[in-house]
């Protein structure tokens, strides 16, 4: 794979320079070197490890001293620090602030390219102590794990080296030795920094101890973030149970209230008053076998031959209709057995007819504390679907 990266480490600087008569600053440096060098995964463009982490990667003598790439240096552009991308025809004029004026050659370790820097922003920034040199280049990273010959193990070896530019900036991976020959070092040089979650900075001491800590708090923070996220997940849950729990208990709390004596004595009653106000107003043979005081009244009207006048009929008819006509006719037939007359032509025998009929009346439907008892039974039995028969 081939991947394009800018080479950066925390170093001390040293440089010799000269001023020519046009003011450009003329130095040599040392821009790259063999060996092991750490990238980050995200640089490499590895997705199986946190972005952050380090990995060694060797630059072998071989690769690093090629002709080709050593000729790649001639006439590269300088930035002040590195830019956001690679140098062209369309970003020079933005970027570039001078350029090599040799090709890379060969010192122990090291590669020496000589430099002319002319934009007097970047000569000042050398001035003020940023000395350090950082190339931007591609190459071609294999995968070959192994043990450099300083006895460091690695994971990738580095190959096809190609430069773009050099960078001025204030770290260098290659090291405190990739430089400009300058013998005025940079003083009071800022160490490396991580950042806590408070926005607080603290310093360490060197930018590969800074990568490793600041990664391990990264990771650290991302596991508290989603452990805070699914500690708010469990909370909407349990709120979510909660509330089905408080749903539950109102309709239990409901259910044991229609349950209750009280509220079966009372639906007993309204069946039991049903059934009288029927008699009255269908008959004393009216009966009816549901336990709902409102299909009895339906069935009364039906029963005693009253239609419905709004309604198509008494079934479509809602409840305050159905009881209002209940009770009016209920009032009807009692104010009609009050106002009957004193000389009907009703004789003795007649009357005594009509008491022998209430007589059996009362004989076979019992009073009205035994029609409670009765209906209390038959509406205990539907409730819960107990056969009137034997079955408890």
């Known amino acids: 794979m081939r991947i394009t990266v800018t080479d950066r480490l925390s170093f001390r600087v040293d440089s010799q320079r000269k001023i020519l008569d046009n003011g450009y600053l003329s130095v040599p440096g040392k821009v790259a070197r063999t060996g092991v060098q750490q990238y980050t995964a995200q640089e490499l ?3 199986d490890r946190p972005p952050n982490e380090l990995v060694n990667v060797y630059r072998p003598a071989e690769e690093v001293f090629k002709p080709e790439s050593l000729a790649s240096y001639d006439n590269c552009d300088i930035t002040l620090q590195h830019p956001d991308e690679f140098v062209d025809s369309k970003t020079y004029k933005a970027v570039s602030v001078g350029h090599a004026t040799s090709p890379g050659q060969r010192v122990g370790d090291f590669v020496v390219v000589d430099l002319l820097i002319k934009d007097q922003n970047a000569i000042d920034a050398v001035n003020a102590g940023t000395a350090e040199l950082s190339a931007g280049y591609s190459a071609e990273y294999l995968p ?3 043990v450099a010959p300083c006895g460091t193990p690695y994971e990738f070896i580095q190959t096809d080296i190609v430069i773009n530019h050099t960078a001025l900036c204030d770290s260098a991976r290659a090291g405190h030795l990739a430089r400009l020959f300058d013998s005025k070092p940079k003083e009071n040089q800022p160490m490396p920094q991580i950042t806590l979650d408070s926005g607080v900075k603290v310093e360490v001491a060197d930018q590969a101890t800074a990568t490793l800590i600041q990664t391990t708090f990264d990771s650290l923070m991302q596991k508290i973030s989603d452990s805070a996220k699914q500690l708010r997940q469990l909370q909407d849950e349990n709120a979510k149970l909660e509330a089905e729990k408080d749903i539950k208990d109102e309709e239990i709390d409901k259910l044991k209230e229609e349950t209750s004596d009280s509220a079966i004595q009372r639906r007993v009653d309204q069946v039991v008053d049903a059934m009288n106000g029927a008699r009255k107003i269908a008959g004393k043979a009216f009966t009816c076998d549901s336990m709902d005081p409102l299909t009895i009244k339906r069935a009364a009207l039906d ?3 009253i239609r419905c006048k709004k309604y198509d009929n008494w079934s479509k008819a809602p409840e305050a209709y159905i009881s209002a006509w209940f009770d009016a006719e209920e009032e009807r037939k009692e104010s009609e057995d009050e106002e009957e007359p004193e000389n009907s032509g009703t004789n003795d025998s007649h009357r ?12 076979n439907t019992g009073d009205a504390n035994q029609q409670r008892v009765t209906a209390r039974n038959n509406f205990l ?12």
């Open 303 to 305: 029963g005693a031959g």
């Open 352 to 363: 005594r007819f009509a008491n022998d009929m209430n007589n059996a009346m009362t004989r």
């Open 144 to 146: 070959r794990p192994g």
């Open 381 to 392: 039995d539907q409730r819960y679907g107990r056969n009137s028969q034997g079955d408890k």
């Open 45 to 47: 463009g590895l997705t």
